[in-house]
């Protein structure tokens, strides 16, 4: 099963149509009407549809990551990309999502 993808609201969404374009499943906080929730529940809209959560704000969600892995809780993943140009960023995801499945994904944080 491949990785889908839900990218926060500082993702550029040119990253999304970026990776659609290739065949891969990629939405944005917009596209899903959750622009300005907080930080909690954008990580549980990923939980509950089971996405990797895409963002490059990685102080907060290294916490949020090590808060669930304390509480026994499960994520389908985390990448944390540093701030590139979307072309950029795209080109990294895509080595995940050829290389890596939605399985191996669980409790993960990646770093692009």
């Known amino acids: ?3 889908e993808l839900y990218l926060d609201e500082d993702v550029d969404v040119l990253v999304a149509d970026l990776i659609r374009a290739r065949g891969f499943s990629a939405i944005t906080t917009r596209e899903v009407g959750n622009l300005r929730k907080d930080d909690d529940e ?3 809209y990923a939980v509950e549809n089971q996405l990797t959560y895409v963002t490059h704000n990685r102080a907060d969600f290294e916490t949020r990551a090590l808060e669930y892995f304390a509480s026994g809780k499960t994520h389908h ?3 944390i990309a540093v701030r590139r140009p979307p072309q950029d960023i ?3 995801l ?4 050829n290389n890596v499945t939605a399985d191996e ?3 993960q944080i990646r770093y692009i």
């Open 1 to 3: 099963m491949f990785v």
């Open 42 to 44: 954008q990580l549980a």
């Open 77 to 79: 993943g985390i990448i």
């Open 90 to 92: 795209a080109r990294r």
């Open 94 to 97: 895509f080595v995940i999502l």
């Open 105 to 107: 994904m669980i409790n």
